[in-house]
């Protein structure tokens, strides 16, 4: 599974937001059914962002989401959003 999450920080927290994910990233990418989690940022506007991680099962990214590490890491990144983020699980159909 995975999940893809739209964060629009305001331009003087940028910075702030890719140490916040440098600083995390590995506990992340540790949690129980985690397989990787990426940091993309738009070539165009430097202010939008996007996290892609892959999941085992939904059930591990709820587990994932229900824990302190998301709560600590989501308020930290949360206070320095310029819009509402935006996020989708989606599924590989390799159709």
Do not use: H
């Not at 989401?65 to 996020?87: G, H, I, Q």
């Amino acid at each position: 599974m995975i999940r893809l999450v739209k964060m629009r920080f305001r331009k003087e927290e940028v910075e702030n937001f890719k140490s916040i994910f440098r600083e995390r990233r590995m506990q992340i990418e540790s949690f129980p059914g985690c397989y990787s989690v990426r940091l993309l940022q738009d070539r165009d506007d430097p202010q939008l962002f996007f996290t892609y991680s892959v999941w085992r099962s939904p059930e591990d990214l709820g587990k994932y989401r229900d824990s302190e590490l998301f709560k600590e890491t989501w308020e930290l990144t949360r206070a320095l959003f310029a819009d509402k983020a935006e996020a989708w699980s989606l599924e590989d159909t390799m159709i």
